[in-house]
C-alpha cells in the first residue's frame, strides 16, 4: 500500500517541503507521497481523522494551524509542549497520533552542522520573539548555552518568552542594551521576517565581534541584507536553509526510519529552485 503525508495550512505558497520529502522518499525506494492540503479551520478536524488510516505515516502543519490542530491528537511531546506549537504529526501503527516539533531540534542541528559548533555553553543572542524564535530559544537552553538574550519590538512578547524559561533567557530592549548583549556573542540570530517581508536588518552586525557567528533563519531570499552585511565583514553567516532541511529530515526519520536524509533533501533544493546558499 502507497503511503501518505502532507502538509496542511493556509495559504501554501512553498513547496520546499513537498520537494524534499518526495525526492527523498524516491531516493529511498519507499512506496510514498507528500502532498500540499490548504484547508480552512474548520477542516482541520475532518482532515485530521483521514490521517489516522494505515495510509497515512502522518502530516506536518504550517500557519496558522500549528495551535489549532492540538486538540485533535492523542498525544503532545514535551518539546512542542515547551514550544507551544506542533508542526508534524506522526500516526502509530495503533491509528494514534503524536504530535512533536522539529523546527528546535532543526535549529540546532542546522546551527551546529553549518558553524561546525556546539550550542553547549555558546553565548547567543536572539532578534524576536515569534514562532521561529521560540524554537531558536527553546533549542539554545536544551542544549546548555551559558547566555540566551532575546529582544522583540514589542517587549512583552520577549517577556512571556523569557519567562517560559525561568532565568535561563533574559528579555532586553531594542537599541542599546540588545547591542550591549550583541558585542560579546558568540552567535547572533535573526528570528524575525526582517529581510524576508521587510528590508533592513534586525541587528547592526557593526558591533558583532570579530569571531561571531551570523545566523539568519530567512531563507528566502537566499541572502539577506544581513548576511550580505555580516559576510562583508568576514564573519561566518548562513540562511535558514540548514534549519529548513534539518527540521525536515528529523521528520522523514520519524516517519521512515532512515536517518540521513538530509543531503538527498538539499540537493533535490538546489535542483529544483536553484543555489539556496
Not at 514535551?78 to 522539529?102: K, M, P, W, Y
Not at 558568540?186 to 524576508?196: D, Q, S
Request: aromatic share 6%; proline share 4%.
Amino acid at each position: 500500500m502507497a503511503k501518505r503525508v502532507a502538509l496542511i495550512g493556509k495559504p501554501l505558497k512553498r513547496r520546499h517541503s513537498e520537494i524534499m520529502h518526495n525526492a527523498a522518499f524516491e531516493h529511498f525506494s519507499i512506496d510514498a507521497s507528500y502532498e500540499l492540503r490548504e484547508i480552512e479551520k474548520a477542516g482541520i478536524r475532518g482532515f485530521v481523522a483521514e490521517t489516522r488510516d494505515e495510509e497515512w505515516l502522518g502530516f506536518q502543519v504550517t500557519a496558522p494551524y500549528k495551535l489549532d490542530v492540538v486538540e485533535f491528537l492523542d498525544e503532545i511531546e514535551e518539546g512542542a509542549e515547551r514550544i507551544g506549537a506542533v508542526n508534524s504529526v506522526a500516526r502509530q501503527q495503533d491509528g494514534r497520533l503524536v504530535g512533536f516539533n522539529t523546527d528546535s531540534p532543526g535549529f540546532r542541528r542546522g546551527a551546529e552542522s553549518e558553524f561546525g559548533i556546539s550550542l553547549a555553553g555558546i553565548s547567543a543572542s536572539v532578534a524576536g520573539a515569534g514562532g521561529a524564535a521560540r524554537a531558536v530559544v527553546d533549542a539554545l537552553v536544551s542544549a546548555g548555552a551559558s547566555r540566551v538574550t532575546i529582544c522583540d519590538v514589542v517587549p512583552e512578547r520577549a517577556g512571556t518568552l523569557a519567562a517560559r524559561y525561568a532565568g535561563s533567557v533574559q528579555a532586553v530592549a531594542v537599541g542599546a542594551p540588545f547591542e550591549d548583549a550583541l558585542r560579546t556573542a558568540e552567535l547572533a540570530v535573526n528570528a524575525t521576517t526582517v529581510g524576508m517581508i521587510q528590508q533592513g536588518t534586525s541587528f547592526d552586525v557593526a558591533v558583532l565581534p570579530a569571531t561571531c557567528a551570523v545566523f539568519d533563519v530567512v531563507y528566502n531570499p537566499p541572502e539577506t541584507e544581513l548576511l550580505r552585511k555580516a559576510r562583508t565583514r568576514g564573519l561566518r553567516a548562513t540562511n535558514g536553509l540548514g534549519m529548513l532541511v534539518s527540521q525536515a529530515e528529523i521528520a522523514f526519520e520519524r516517519w521512515t526510519g532512515v536517518t540521513d536524509a538530509g543531503p538527498v533533501m538539499r540537493r533535490a533544493l538546489n535542483q529544483a529552485l536553484g543555489p539556496t546558499d
